[in-house]
Protein backbone atom coordinates (compact mmCIF):
# COMPACT_ATOMS: atom_id res chain seq x y z
CA UNK A 1 0.00 0.00 0.00
CA UNK A 2 2.71 2.30 0.99
CA UNK A 3 4.56 1.94 -2.40
CA UNK A 4 0.98 2.44 -4.44
CA UNK A 5 0.99 6.09 -2.17
CA UNK A 6 4.07 6.51 -3.33
CA UNK A 7 3.53 5.76 -7.31
CA UNK A 8 0.33 7.60 -7.30
CA UNK A 9 1.82 10.86 -6.21
CA UNK A 10 5.06 11.19 -7.51
CA UNK A 11 5.96 15.05 -8.24
CA UNK A 12 8.31 16.19 -11.40
CA UNK A 13 8.81 19.52 -9.60
CA UNK A 14 9.81 19.00 -6.21
CA UNK A 15 12.91 17.85 -4.61
CA UNK A 16 13.08 14.40 -3.77
CA UNK A 17 13.16 12.71 -0.32
CA UNK A 18 16.59 12.89 1.52
CA UNK A 19 17.36 12.63 5.00
CA UNK A 20 19.09 15.78 6.67
CA UNK A 21 22.71 14.78 6.48
CA UNK A 22 23.95 14.71 10.69
CA UNK A 23 27.00 16.75 11.64
CA UNK A 24 30.43 15.57 10.23
CA UNK A 25 34.16 16.11 10.90
CA UNK A 26 35.73 17.45 8.09
CA UNK A 27 38.23 19.27 9.98
CA UNK A 28 40.88 18.67 13.04
CA UNK A 29 42.23 21.48 14.58
CA UNK A 30 41.96 23.85 11.60
CA UNK A 31 43.05 21.76 9.14
CA UNK A 32 40.94 20.56 6.14
CA UNK A 33 40.21 16.81 5.78
CA UNK A 34 41.60 15.35 2.38
CA UNK A 35 39.31 13.62 0.05
CA UNK A 36 40.93 10.46 0.94
CA UNK A 37 40.67 10.85 4.59
CA UNK A 38 37.05 11.38 4.45
CA UNK A 39 36.26 8.36 2.00
CA UNK A 40 36.69 5.70 5.30
CA UNK A 41 33.98 6.66 7.04
CA UNK A 42 32.15 10.29 5.80
CA UNK A 43 27.96 9.78 6.33
CA UNK A 44 27.97 6.61 7.84
CA UNK A 45 27.39 6.12 11.30
CA UNK A 46 28.12 2.76 12.88
CA UNK A 47 26.03 2.84 15.68
CA UNK A 48 23.00 2.93 13.18
CA UNK A 49 24.13 -0.34 12.17
CA UNK A 50 24.46 -2.62 14.68
CA UNK A 51 28.24 -0.76 14.86
CA UNK A 52 29.32 -2.77 11.74
CA UNK A 53 32.42 -0.26 10.61
CA UNK A 54 31.74 -0.75 7.06
CA UNK A 55 27.93 0.18 6.15
CA UNK A 56 25.88 -3.11 5.50
CA UNK A 57 24.19 -3.51 1.75
CA UNK A 58 20.40 -2.24 2.48
CA UNK A 59 18.15 -4.45 0.00
CA UNK A 60 14.79 -3.43 0.66
CA UNK A 61 11.98 -1.80 -1.76
CA UNK A 62 10.53 0.57 0.86
CA UNK A 63 11.34 2.09 4.25
CA UNK A 64 8.69 2.06 7.62
CA UNK A 65 7.66 5.41 8.88
CA UNK A 66 8.00 5.62 12.66
CA UNK A 67 4.11 7.03 12.94
CA UNK A 68 1.31 7.75 10.68
CA UNK A 69 2.30 11.60 11.39
CA UNK A 70 5.78 11.00 10.10
CA UNK A 71 4.05 9.59 6.81
CA UNK A 72 1.88 12.23 6.64
CA UNK A 73 4.86 14.78 7.10
CA UNK A 74 6.66 13.58 4.54
CA UNK A 75 4.12 13.86 1.61
CA UNK A 76 3.51 17.14 2.35
CA UNK A 77 7.06 17.77 2.06
CA UNK A 78 7.32 16.14 -1.38
CA UNK A 79 4.32 17.55 -3.01
CA UNK A 80 4.69 20.73 -1.76
CA UNK A 81 2.16 21.30 1.09
CA UNK A 82 4.96 21.99 3.46
CA UNK A 83 7.66 24.03 2.83
CA UNK A 84 10.89 23.03 3.06
CA UNK A 85 10.75 19.67 1.24
CA UNK A 86 10.57 16.21 2.06
CA UNK A 87 12.93 14.38 5.05
CA UNK A 88 13.83 10.43 5.49
CA UNK A 89 13.64 7.38 3.47
CA UNK A 90 10.52 5.95 2.15
CA UNK A 91 10.81 4.02 -1.24
CA UNK A 92 14.13 2.73 -3.01
CA UNK A 93 13.63 4.47 -6.13
CA UNK A 94 14.02 7.79 -4.69
CA UNK A 95 17.24 6.87 -2.33
CA UNK A 96 18.32 4.64 0.05
CA UNK A 97 21.44 4.44 2.57
CA UNK A 98 23.86 2.90 0.21
CA UNK A 99 23.38 5.90 -2.31
CA UNK A 100 23.03 8.59 0.48
CA UNK A 101 26.97 7.64 1.92
CA UNK A 102 27.98 6.83 -1.62
CA UNK A 103 26.51 10.59 -3.09
CA UNK A 104 27.56 12.41 0.03
CA UNK A 105 31.65 11.29 -0.56
CA UNK A 106 31.31 12.08 -4.47
CA UNK A 107 30.57 15.60 -3.62
CA UNK A 108 33.55 15.82 -1.44
CA UNK A 109 35.80 15.33 -4.38
CA UNK A 110 34.42 18.20 -6.56
CA UNK A 111 33.33 20.88 -3.36
CA UNK A 112 29.90 20.01 -5.07
CA UNK A 113 27.18 21.08 -2.17
CA UNK A 114 24.88 17.93 -3.51
CA UNK A 115 25.28 14.78 -5.65
CA UNK A 116 23.47 12.18 -7.49
CA UNK A 117 24.17 8.64 -8.99
CA UNK A 118 22.26 6.78 -11.32
CA UNK A 119 22.67 3.16 -12.96
CA UNK A 120 25.13 4.02 -15.60
CA UNK A 121 26.65 7.00 -17.01
CA UNK A 122 24.85 7.90 -20.05
CA UNK A 123 21.34 7.28 -17.62
CA UNK A 124 22.94 10.30 -15.83
CA UNK A 125 23.64 12.52 -19.05
CA UNK A 126 20.56 11.54 -20.47
CA UNK A 127 17.89 12.24 -17.67
CA UNK A 128 20.10 15.60 -17.10
CA UNK A 129 19.27 16.79 -20.13
CA UNK A 130 15.89 15.87 -19.91
CA UNK A 131 15.60 17.34 -16.63
CA UNK A 132 16.54 20.96 -18.17
CA UNK A 133 15.66 20.87 -22.49
CA UNK A 134 12.12 21.14 -23.77
CA UNK A 135 10.69 21.69 -27.41
CA UNK A 136 12.10 24.76 -29.04
CA UNK A 137 15.08 24.37 -26.96
CA UNK A 138 18.83 24.37 -27.40
CA UNK A 139 21.78 22.59 -26.31
CA UNK A 140 25.31 24.22 -26.76
CA UNK A 141 27.79 21.28 -26.59
CA UNK A 142 31.62 20.71 -26.90
CA UNK A 143 32.67 18.33 -29.87
CA UNK A 144 33.91 15.36 -29.86
CA UNK A 145 31.49 14.00 -27.25
CA UNK A 146 31.66 10.18 -26.47
CA UNK A 147 28.92 8.70 -29.12
CA UNK A 148 26.24 7.94 -27.07
CA UNK A 149 26.34 11.17 -25.32
CA UNK A 150 26.39 13.00 -29.00
CA UNK A 151 23.69 10.44 -30.50
CA UNK A 152 21.69 11.33 -27.37
CA UNK A 153 21.68 14.93 -28.35
CA UNK A 154 20.84 14.85 -32.23
CA UNK A 155 19.09 11.69 -32.69
CA UNK A 156 17.07 11.51 -29.39
CA UNK A 157 16.33 14.62 -28.16
CA UNK A 158 15.78 15.88 -31.65
CA UNK A 159 12.39 13.67 -31.53
CA UNK A 160 10.84 15.79 -28.62
CA UNK A 161 12.01 19.42 -30.79
CA UNK A 162 15.58 19.95 -29.03
CA UNK A 163 18.33 21.04 -31.22
CA UNK A 164 21.66 21.56 -31.19
CA UNK A 165 25.03 23.57 -32.13
CA UNK A 166 28.14 22.95 -30.73
CA UNK A 167 31.65 23.70 -30.81
CA UNK A 168 35.03 22.54 -30.71
CA UNK A 169 37.37 21.83 -27.96
CA UNK A 170 40.03 24.23 -27.81
CA UNK A 171 37.82 27.21 -29.06
CA UNK A 172 38.26 30.68 -28.12
CA UNK A 173 36.04 33.11 -25.96
CA UNK A 174 35.13 34.31 -28.93
CA UNK A 175 34.21 31.29 -30.84
CA UNK A 176 32.61 30.11 -27.70
CA UNK A 177 30.05 33.27 -27.93
CA UNK A 178 29.50 33.72 -31.26
CA UNK A 179 28.33 29.66 -31.23
CA UNK A 180 26.13 30.27 -27.95
CA UNK A 181 24.62 33.49 -29.93
CA UNK A 182 23.93 31.61 -32.87
CA UNK A 183 22.02 29.05 -30.61
CA UNK A 184 20.09 32.11 -28.75
CA UNK A 185 18.77 33.20 -31.89
CA UNK A 186 17.98 29.24 -33.03
CA UNK A 187 15.91 29.06 -29.58
CA UNK A 188 14.08 32.09 -30.44
CA UNK A 189 12.90 31.30 -33.68
CA UNK A 190 11.87 28.00 -31.79
CA UNK A 191 10.34 29.47 -29.49
CA UNK A 192 12.57 28.06 -27.04
CA UNK A 193 15.66 28.66 -24.98
CA UNK A 194 19.32 27.71 -24.56
CA UNK A 195 18.74 25.05 -22.32
CA UNK A 196 22.11 23.72 -21.53
CA UNK A 197 25.92 24.02 -22.31
CA UNK A 198 27.24 20.64 -22.46
CA UNK A 199 31.09 19.67 -22.23
CA UNK A 200 33.52 17.20 -22.28
CA UNK A 201 36.84 18.19 -21.19
CA UNK A 202 39.26 15.77 -21.84
CA UNK A 203 37.27 15.14 -24.96
CA UNK A 204 36.83 11.23 -25.73
CA UNK A 205 38.71 10.15 -27.40
CA UNK A 206 41.10 12.86 -28.65
CA UNK A 207 41.71 14.17 -25.22
CA UNK A 208 41.37 17.70 -26.09
CA UNK A 209 40.69 20.29 -24.10
CA UNK A 210 37.98 22.59 -23.12
CA UNK A 211 38.37 26.29 -21.57
CA UNK A 212 35.66 25.72 -19.29
CA UNK A 213 36.60 29.37 -17.75
CA UNK A 214 35.92 31.07 -21.20
CA UNK A 215 32.90 29.03 -21.70
CA UNK A 216 31.98 30.74 -18.49
CA UNK A 217 32.40 33.89 -19.50
CA UNK A 218 30.89 33.55 -22.66
CA UNK A 219 27.75 32.53 -21.38
CA UNK A 220 27.61 35.13 -18.87
CA UNK A 221 28.12 37.85 -21.36
CA UNK A 222 25.70 36.19 -24.34
CA UNK A 223 22.68 35.13 -21.68
CA UNK A 224 20.72 37.41 -19.92
CA UNK A 225 19.19 34.47 -17.65
CA UNK A 226 22.04 31.65 -17.03
CA UNK A 227 21.69 27.91 -18.34
CA UNK A 228 23.67 25.44 -16.43
CA UNK A 229 26.95 24.58 -17.75
CA UNK A 230 27.90 20.51 -17.39
CA UNK A 231 30.78 19.00 -18.11
CA UNK A 232 31.29 15.36 -18.13
CA UNK A 233 34.74 14.45 -16.38
CA UNK A 234 35.39 11.16 -16.48
CA UNK A 235 38.79 11.39 -18.33
CA UNK A 236 40.30 13.13 -15.19
CA UNK A 237 38.10 12.93 -12.38
CA UNK A 238 37.98 12.55 -9.79
CA UNK A 239 41.83 13.54 -8.60
CA UNK A 240 42.94 15.07 -11.68
CA UNK A 241 40.42 18.07 -12.63
CA UNK A 242 37.82 19.74 -10.45
CA UNK A 243 35.74 21.69 -13.22
CA UNK A 244 33.21 23.48 -10.72
CA UNK A 245 36.27 24.95 -9.42
CA UNK A 246 36.51 26.94 -12.86
CA UNK A 247 32.88 27.65 -13.62
CA UNK A 248 31.09 24.38 -14.63
CA UNK A 249 27.66 23.91 -12.70
CA UNK A 250 27.85 20.48 -12.96
CA UNK A 251 30.30 17.83 -13.30
CA UNK A 252 29.32 13.83 -14.90
CA UNK A 253 30.86 11.17 -14.46
CA UNK A 254 30.50 7.40 -15.76
CA UNK A 255 31.70 5.46 -12.63
CA UNK A 256 32.22 2.82 -13.99
CA UNK A 257 35.85 3.99 -15.06
CA UNK A 258 38.22 5.84 -12.67
CA UNK A 259 35.77 5.48 -9.53
CA UNK A 260 34.69 2.30 -9.99
CA UNK A 261 38.22 1.45 -11.37
CA UNK A 262 37.47 -2.83 -11.40
CA UNK A 263 35.96 -3.34 -14.57
CA UNK A 264 33.38 -5.07 -12.59
CA UNK A 265 30.78 -2.82 -12.15
CA UNK A 266 28.85 0.01 -14.53
CA UNK A 267 27.24 3.60 -12.86
CA UNK A 268 27.15 7.31 -13.17
CA UNK A 269 26.45 10.34 -11.06
CA UNK A 270 26.31 14.53 -11.60
CA UNK A 271 27.10 16.45 -8.97
CA UNK A 272 26.88 20.24 -8.06
CA UNK A 273 24.60 22.87 -6.63
CA UNK A 274 21.32 21.46 -4.85
CA UNK A 275 19.89 24.04 -7.00
CA UNK A 276 20.78 22.94 -10.14
CA UNK A 277 20.20 19.08 -8.92
CA UNK A 278 16.73 19.19 -7.92
CA UNK A 279 15.29 19.37 -11.39
CA UNK A 280 17.20 16.27 -12.37
CA UNK A 281 16.52 14.51 -8.79
CA UNK A 282 12.87 15.05 -9.20
CA UNK A 283 12.86 13.64 -13.18
CA UNK A 284 15.18 10.37 -11.54
CA UNK A 285 12.38 10.26 -9.25
CA UNK A 286 9.79 9.70 -11.42
CA UNK A 287 12.03 7.67 -13.82
CA UNK A 288 14.08 5.33 -11.76
CA UNK A 289 17.49 5.15 -12.97
CA UNK A 290 19.27 5.19 -9.51
CA UNK A 291 22.72 2.78 -8.95
CA UNK A 292 21.04 -0.02 -7.00
CA UNK A 293 22.03 -0.60 -3.22
CA UNK A 294 24.74 -3.33 -3.93
CA UNK A 295 26.65 -1.12 -6.61
CA UNK A 296 26.46 1.41 -4.37
CA UNK A 297 28.63 -0.62 -1.69
CA UNK A 298 30.95 -1.35 -4.28
CA UNK A 299 31.41 2.19 -5.30
CA UNK A 300 32.07 2.92 -1.58
CA UNK A 301 34.81 0.70 -1.54
CA UNK A 302 35.98 1.67 -4.77
CA UNK A 303 36.64 5.08 -3.04
CA UNK A 304 38.77 3.95 -0.61
CA UNK A 305 41.46 3.27 -2.89
CA UNK A 306 40.38 5.41 -5.96
CA UNK A 307 43.82 7.70 -5.31
CA UNK A 308 45.98 5.24 -4.70
CA UNK A 309 45.01 3.61 -8.41
CA UNK A 310 44.92 6.84 -9.74
CA UNK A 311 48.28 7.85 -8.95
CA UNK A 312 49.86 4.90 -9.94
CA UNK A 313 48.04 4.56 -13.55
CA UNK A 314 49.17 7.88 -14.09
CA UNK A 315 52.56 7.12 -13.14
CA UNK A 316 52.45 4.29 -15.30
CA UNK A 317 51.27 6.14 -18.67
CA UNK A 318 53.69 8.49 -18.24
CA UNK A 319 56.42 6.00 -18.90
CA UNK A 320 54.99 4.24 -21.56
CA UNK A 321 53.91 7.53 -23.25
CA UNK A 322 57.99 8.43 -22.99
CA UNK A 323 58.69 5.49 -24.70
CA UNK A 324 55.86 6.08 -27.00
CA UNK A 325 57.08 9.00 -28.27
CA UNK A 326 60.23 8.29 -29.62
CA UNK A 327 59.12 4.67 -31.39
CA UNK A 328 59.01 4.74 -35.27
CA UNK A 329 55.98 3.43 -35.82
CA UNK A 330 54.25 5.92 -33.66
CA UNK A 331 53.57 9.43 -35.34
CA UNK A 332 51.69 10.72 -32.44
CA UNK A 333 50.04 10.88 -29.13
CA UNK A 334 47.37 12.26 -27.49
CA UNK A 335 48.36 12.63 -24.08
CA UNK A 336 48.02 16.06 -21.70
CA UNK A 337 51.69 15.35 -20.18
CA UNK A 338 53.04 15.87 -23.67
CA UNK A 339 50.89 18.79 -25.49
CA UNK A 340 52.37 20.86 -28.62
CA UNK A 341 49.67 23.21 -28.68
CA UNK A 342 50.42 25.99 -26.87
CA UNK A 343 46.28 27.07 -25.97
CA UNK A 344 45.83 23.43 -25.02
CA UNK A 345 48.90 23.80 -22.78
CA UNK A 346 47.44 26.60 -21.34
CA UNK A 347 43.80 25.18 -20.62
CA UNK A 348 45.96 22.18 -19.09
CA UNK A 349 47.82 24.21 -16.62
CA UNK A 350 45.09 27.00 -15.51
CA UNK A 351 42.76 23.54 -15.33
CA UNK A 352 43.97 19.85 -14.88
CA UNK A 353 46.27 18.73 -11.70
CA UNK A 354 47.34 15.81 -13.85
CA UNK A 355 47.74 14.26 -17.21
CA UNK A 356 45.86 10.97 -16.56
CA UNK A 357 46.28 7.78 -17.63
CA UNK A 358 44.13 7.53 -20.55
CA UNK A 359 45.52 8.94 -24.28
CA UNK A 360 45.49 8.20 -27.91
CA UNK A 361 48.24 6.95 -29.93
CA UNK A 362 48.79 7.21 -33.47
CA UNK A 363 50.30 4.06 -35.27
CA UNK A 364 52.07 4.32 -38.67
CA UNK A 365 49.16 3.62 -41.64
CA UNK A 366 46.16 2.85 -41.18
CA UNK A 367 43.27 0.38 -39.86
CA UNK A 368 45.05 -2.65 -41.09
CA UNK A 369 48.44 -1.29 -38.81
CA UNK A 370 45.90 -0.98 -35.90
CA UNK A 371 44.53 -3.94 -35.62
CA UNK A 372 47.57 -5.75 -36.09
CA UNK A 373 48.99 -4.22 -32.90
CA UNK A 374 45.84 -4.64 -30.79
CA UNK A 375 46.21 -8.41 -31.89
CA UNK A 376 48.93 -8.63 -31.11
CA UNK A 377 49.34 -7.40 -27.59
CA UNK A 378 49.57 -9.70 -24.55
CA UNK A 379 49.05 -7.61 -21.19
CA UNK A 380 46.68 -4.73 -21.95
CA UNK A 381 43.46 -6.10 -23.14
CA UNK A 382 41.50 -5.26 -26.61
CA UNK A 383 38.37 -3.78 -24.85
CA UNK A 384 36.64 -0.92 -24.53
CA UNK A 385 36.04 1.24 -21.32
CA UNK A 386 39.02 2.88 -19.20
CA UNK A 387 40.22 3.58 -16.10
CA UNK A 388 40.14 0.22 -14.51
CA UNK A 389 42.80 -1.63 -12.82
CA UNK A 390 43.84 -3.29 -15.75
CA UNK A 391 45.47 -1.62 -19.48
CA UNK A 392 42.56 -1.46 -22.23
CA UNK A 393 43.21 -0.72 -25.88
CA UNK A 394 40.23 -0.39 -28.16
CA UNK A 395 40.06 0.93 -31.89
CA UNK A 396 37.75 4.40 -31.38
CA UNK A 397 37.37 5.00 -35.59
CA UNK A 398 35.47 0.79 -35.77
CA UNK A 399 34.14 0.68 -31.98
CA UNK A 400 32.73 3.12 -29.41
CA UNK A 401 32.66 6.15 -32.27
CA UNK A 402 32.14 3.43 -35.48
CA UNK A 403 28.28 5.21 -35.38
CA UNK A 404 29.62 8.89 -35.64
CA UNK A 405 29.44 10.23 -39.47
CA UNK A 406 32.80 10.04 -41.13
CA UNK A 407 32.72 13.44 -42.39
CA UNK A 408 32.55 14.73 -38.60
CA UNK A 409 35.00 11.91 -37.54
CA UNK A 410 37.34 13.17 -39.71
CA UNK A 411 37.20 16.71 -38.24
CA UNK A 412 37.59 15.70 -35.07
CA UNK A 413 40.61 14.04 -35.71
CA UNK A 414 39.16 10.19 -34.89
CA UNK A 415 41.08 8.81 -37.70
CA UNK A 416 41.72 5.02 -38.77
CA UNK A 417 45.52 5.44 -36.90
CA UNK A 418 44.32 5.82 -33.74
CA UNK A 419 44.09 3.73 -30.85
CA UNK A 420 43.19 4.33 -27.33
CA UNK A 421 44.76 3.34 -24.27
CA UNK A 422 43.99 3.44 -20.80
CA UNK A 423 47.34 2.15 -18.64
CA UNK A 424 46.47 0.34 -15.84
CA UNK A 425 48.43 -0.27 -12.15
CA UNK A 426 50.55 -3.12 -13.62
CA UNK A 427 53.88 -2.76 -13.96
CA UNK A 428 54.92 0.39 -16.06
CA UNK A 429 58.12 -1.63 -17.56
CA UNK A 430 56.23 -4.68 -18.28
CA UNK A 431 53.58 -2.82 -20.35
CA UNK A 432 56.11 -1.17 -22.09
CA UNK A 433 57.43 -4.17 -22.82
CA UNK A 434 53.81 -5.47 -24.32
CA UNK A 435 53.86 -2.54 -26.34
CA UNK A 436 57.18 -2.85 -27.98
CA UNK A 437 56.83 -6.38 -28.84
CA UNK A 438 53.02 -5.25 -30.52
CA UNK A 439 54.70 -2.49 -32.61
CA UNK A 440 57.53 -4.61 -33.58
CA UNK A 441 54.76 -6.77 -35.24
CA UNK A 442 52.95 -3.73 -37.00
Known amino acids: MRAAMADAIDST ?3 TPRRKPKPEKTAIGGRELQPSTLMMGHGFDPALSEGSLKAPIFLTSTFAFENAAAGKRHFEGITGKRAGGAEGLVYSRFNGPNQEILEDRLAIWDGAEDALTFSSGMTAICILMM ?13 PLYAASEGFVSKVMSKFGVTYVDFPAGASKDEIAEVITKAKCQAGANGGKVAMIYLESPANPTNALVDIEAVREARDACLKKPCPIAI ?12 LDHGADIVAYSLTKYVGGHSDLVAGSIAGAKSWMDPVRALRNTMGGIVDPNTAWMLLRSLETVELRMQRAG ?4 KVCAFLKEHPKVTGLGYLGLIDDASQQDIYDRHCKGAGSTFSVFIKGGEAECFRFLDNLQIAKLAVSLGGTETLASHPASMTHLSVPDERKAALGITDSLVRISIGIEDADDLIADFEQALDLV
Open 13 to 15: DKP
Open 131 to 143: AYASAGDVIVHSG
Open 232 to 243: DNTFLGPLWQRP
Open 315 to 318: ENAA
